[in-house]
C-alpha cells in the first residue's frame, strides 16, 4: 500500500486542524493498517479516527494545539503499520501566531452578587420513561456536576407503560414510591440542593370525560383531567405535603401542579385557564394548609410566547385570593436571549395582579430542533453545548430564581435528538452538554464583572461569566454560534485578584468543550470532560490568556494561588551532659527538629 495526505495545514495557536490521510492498496490482499504522527510541536496532540483501517481506506488526523504551543512550522510524519509493511507520507504544519482582535477583562474586586450556575435537571430519564428513577452511576454523575435542583413527581414508570402510583384509591397511599422518589433525587445533589415535587390528579380521580388513550407511562401519569372532586383532590395534595414535610421531615420547598396544562395533543388534552386555575386553586390550599411555608408553583406552561393563556390564568387566580409564589414555564429555543423578554413579559403580568413578591422560574429549557430541523447528530451536540453557557448568562441577567434543563437521560440511539440529553443510560458515555454542565459547577461562589462580552440581540457571539472566592477566579468564556461557524479570538484579561494571590505564582488550568475535546461524537475515549492547560505563571497584578474559540466552544479558566513552600531548616539537641567508667559505654540521645519546609 501507498499513503498521501490532503496537502500542508496551517493553524493558530489553541486550534484545531485536519488532514485527510488515505493509505492505497497496491497489491496483495488488504490487512488492517494503524497510524501514529511524529513531529508535533510541544502541546500539540494528533488522533487519528479511525486508528485503523483496510486500504484502500482514509482516515482523518485532527492535530490540537496549546495557545502555548510555539509559533513555527513543522514537518509531521504520519506512518502506516500493518501486514509487515511500514509507509509514510509527510505535510508541513504552521502554527500561526493567535492575534486577538478583542478583549475580555474580567475584575476579580467588582461583586455582582452569587453566581447561580442554574445546574439542575428535570425530569430523571427520556421517553418512554420520563420518571424512571436514576442509578447509582447516573446519581454520582450529578453530584460531580455539583447538581442543586431536581425536580420529581410522586409516581414512577416501571417500564414504558407501567406506572407504580403513589395512591391508587381514595386514602390508600403507597408512601414508599415517593420517599423513594425523593430520597433517590437526594442522592443525585450535592448538600443543600433543592427537590420540587410535581402533583398530578391520579387517575381514581380524574374526570373519565377528559381521560384520553393515553398509554406511554409519561402520558398517563401526567395526563391533564380535571378532579371530579375538588375537596378530595385538595386532601389528596395536602396529605402528599403533610406526609413529606411533616412526618418525613424533607422539608421539600417546591410544590407544582401538573405539567404544560396549556399544551395538548390527541394523547394529552390541553386545560382553559380558568379549569387549571381551579385545580391550581385547591391544590395551593391543600399545599398551604399542610406548610404554609412551602411555595405553590403555577402556571407551568409549556411557552411564554402568547401571554394570553398566562393573562387569563393570573386573572383567575388572583380574583379568588389565590397564593402564587412562583410562576413557572419552559424555555425551548435556539435564541438564549430570548429569556429576558420572557422574564419581564411574566414579572409585568405578575405585578400588575398583585404577585409582586412571586419568584419566576423555567423547570423546563434545553436548546431544540423540533419538526423540520435536519441537521445532524454532530452539528446538533455541538451546537446544545455551546447553547447551554449563554443560557445561563441570560438565566441570571434575568433575574430566573431557578431553571432545570431537560434532560438528563436520553433513549434515543443514533437519530438527532431534539433536546438533548447529558448522558445515556447507566451516565456513560457522558454528552459535551454535560461537560458543560461540570465546568459551571467548577466555578466560585460569588460572581464579578466580565466586559467585552460580543452577543448579538439572540445571544449568538462571544460571553464571558466570571466569579471568584477568597482563593481561586474563575471565568466562563464561550462562543455560541448555532449553526454559524465563526471563530472568536480575544485575550482574556483577569485583573484585581484576591488577596491570597499577592506575591505568589499563579496555577493556571483551562478545560475546554468543543468539536473535538470532551466530546464524544468525536472520538469515543474522549466523552470526560478534558484539561487542555495546567501551569504555573509567575506572579502578575493581571493575568493575560490569549483564547481562540472555534464555534460553539465553551472553555473555563481557573486561576488559583500556589502556596510558596518554606525553606527547609532544622535544629538539633542532646539529652545533656554524661559521665562514663573508663573501659565502659554511654548514650545520649540527639534529637534533628524540623524548623521549616519539608
Not at 401526567?222 to 411533616?246: C, F, G, M, S
Not at 385557564?273 to 395551593?284: F, S, T, V
Not at 411574566?346 to 423547570?363: D, F, H, I, K, P
Request: proline letters at 6%.
Amino acid at each position: 500500500f501507498s499513503l498521501s495526505n490532503s496537502g500542508n495545514k496551517s493553524v493558530n495557536q489553541g486550534s484545531s486542524v485536519t488532514n485527510s490521510i488515505t493509505a492505497t492498496l497496491s497489491s496483495g490482499t488488504a490487512a488492517s493498517v494503524a497510524f501514529s504522527a511524529s513531529g508535533l510541536p510541544t502541546g500539540a496532540t494528533a488522533i487519528f479516527l479511525p486508528t485503523s483501517c483496510n486500504p484502500t481506506c482514509s482516515t482523518t488526523i485532527t492535530i490540537s494545539t496549546l495557545s502555548t504551543t510555539p509559533a513555527g512550522t513543522y514537518t509531521i510524519t504520519v506512518t502506516g503499520t500493518g501486514g509487515g509493511v511500514t509507509k509514510t507520507t509527510s505535510f508541513t504544519l504552521t502554527v500561526q501566531t493567535a492575534t486577538p482582535s478583542d478583549t475580555i477583562s474580567v475584575n476579580a474586586n467588582a461583586p455582582r452578587g452569587p453566581m447561580k450556575t442554574y445546574v439542575g435537571f428535570t425530569p430523571s430519564h427520556g421517553y418512554p420513561y420520563y420518571h424512571k428513577r436514576l442509578t447509582s452511576s447516573e446519581q454520582t454523575r450529578l453530584r460531580d456536576a455539583n447538581t442543586k435542583f431536581i425536580r420529581i413527581v410522586p409516581d414512577q414508570c416501571l417500564s414504558s407503560n407501567t406506572v407504580e402510583y403513589l395512591s391508587t384509591a381514595e386514602g390508600v397511599y403507597n408512601w414508599a414510591v415517593l420517599d423513594g422518589n425523593v430520597e433517590n433525587a437526594m442522592n443525585a445533589m450535592v448538600s443543600g440542593g433543592e427537590i420540587m415535587v410535581d402533583i398530578f390528579v391520579p387517575p381514581w380521580l380524574s374526570d373519565p370525560a377528559w381521560r384520553s388513550s393515553a398509554t406511554t407511562c409519561s402520558q398517563l401519569i401526567e395526563e391533564h383531567a380535571p378532579p371530579t372532586d375538588y375537596n378530595k383532590w385538595q386532601t389528596y395534595v395536602r396529605d402528599i405535603v403533610n406526609h413529606l414535610n411533616n412526618v418525613k421531615g424533607y422539608n421539600i420547598k417546591y410544590f407544582q401542579v401538573l405539567n404544560e396544562p396549556n399544551y395538548g395533543d390527541s394523547d394529552v388534552p390541553s386545560l382553559a385557564p380558568n379549569i387549571y386555575g381551579k385545580i391550581y386553586q385547591y391544590a395551593a390550599q391543600g399545599i398551604k394548609a399542610a406548610d404554609p411555608s412551602a411555595k405553590v408553583v403555577g402556571g407551568v406552561m409549556s411557552n411564554l410566547d402568547s401571554p394570553g393563556w398566562t393573562q387569563s390564568f393570573i386573572n383567575f387566580i388572583s380574583a379568588n385570593s389565590v397564593p402564587l409564589d412562583v410562576l413557572d414555564w419552559h424555555q425551548y429555543t435556539r435564541s438564549p436571549a430570548s429569556i429576558v423578554n420572557e422574564a419581564t413579559t411574566a414579572r409585568n403580568l405578575l405585578n400588575g395582579a398583585g404577585y409582586t413578591s412571586a419568584e419566576v422560574m423555567v423547570s423546563e429549557w434545553n436548546w431544540v430542533c423540533f419538526s423540520g430541523c435536519t441537521r445532524t447528530v454532530t452539528a446538533n451536540i455541538n451546537a446544545a453545548a455551546g447553547y447551554i453557557a449563554p443560557m445561563i448568562y441570560y438565566l441570571s441577567e434575568a433575574g430566573i430564581n431557578e431553571a432545570m434543563w431537560y434532560r438528563i437521560v436520553g433513549y434515543w440511539a443514533g437519530n438527532p435528538p431534539a433536546t438533548p440529553d447529558i448522558f445515556q443510560l447507566g451516565g456513560s458515555p457522558v454528552w459535551p452538554q454535560y461537560n458543560v454542565f461540570k465546568m459551571l459547577g467548577m466555578m466560585a461562589a460569588e460572581r464579578v464583572d466580565a466586559t467585552g462580552l460580543a452577543m448579538n440581540p439572540s445571544g449568538i457571539g462571544r460571553g464571558a461569566l466570571a466569579s471568584k472566592d477568597a482563593s481561586k477566579v474563575t471565568v466562563l468564556v464561550w462562543n455560541y454560534q448555532d449553526s454559524g461557524g465563526a471563530y472568536a479570538n480575544a485575550n482574556l484579561n483577569i485583573n484585581n485578584l484576591p488577596a491570597a494571590f499577592s506575591g505568589r505564582n499563579i496555577r493556571v488550568e483551562r478545560y475546554l468543550v468543543d468539536s473535538t475535546h470532551s466530546n464524544v461524537i468525536f472520538n469515543p475515549a474522549k466523552d470526560e470532560l478534558e484539561m487542555i492547560e495546567n501551569r504555573i505563571i509567575s506572579p502578575a497584578g493581571t493575568v493575560i490568556l490569549p483564547l481562540t474559540l472555534s464555534p460553539n466552544a465553551v472553555t473555563l479558566v481557573v486561576l488559583t494561588p500556589v502556596q510558596t513552600p518554606s525553606p527547609f531548616n532544622f535544629s538539633l539537641f542532646n539529652s545533656g551532659s554524661k559521665s562514663v567508667t573508663q573501659g565502659s559505654s554511654v548514650t545520649n540521645s540527639i534529637t534533628a527538629t524540623l524548623s521549616s519546609g519539608t
